[in-house]
């Protein structure tokens, strides 16, 4: 339907954390799936912490947009879930390239 082009997830997700299987596994820290993806310079990602407090997906969910590489790191653990977070990650270029069609597109309406 997309015509193989990826989608973008939001990061209100805190209050369905049990409805989503990712947030069941545990997470593998460090988070590296930036630097397996291939993102120059990524760093590896310890636990996030808020003070004394350690956030834990299967507990807190995506909190804050600071555990999106923890859903993420836990999704690529999952059969099919390296190819989804390959997707997620050409997601932010596909929006651009929809932008550019939506402009292009635009400037024929008469």
């Known amino acids: 339907m997309l015509g193989g082009r990826g989608?973008?997830?939001g990061t209100d997700m805190n209050g369905l954390a049990?409805?989503?299987p990712y947030s069941l596994r545990k997470t593998c820290y460090p988070v590296d799936v930036a630097?397996?993806?291939?993102?120059?310079?990524?760093l590896d990602l310890p636990p996030d912490?808020?003070?004394?407090?350690?956030l834990d997906l299967s507990?807190?969910?995506?909190?804050?947009?600071?555990?999106?590489?923890?859903?993420?790191g836990t999704l690529a653990d999952y059969p099919l879930g390296e190819q989804a977070v390959t997707s997620i990650f050409q997601s932010a270029g596909?929006?651009?390239e929809m932008?550019?069609?939506t402009e292009e597109a635009s400037r024929k309406i008469p």
Not at 35 to 42: C, F, L, P, S, W
Not at 49 to 54: A, I, Y
């Open 7 to 9: 989608v973008a997830i």
């Open 18 to 20: 049990p409805q989503f």
């Open 35 to 42: 630097r397996k993806h291939g993102i120059g310079g990524a």
């Open 49 to 54: 912490r808020l003070g004394s407090r350690t």
């Open 59 to 72: 507990r807190d969910g995506v909190a804050h947009v600071g555990l999106v590489p923890d859903f993420l």
């Open 94 to 96: 596909e929006f651009v």
């Open 99 to 101: 932008w550019r069609m």
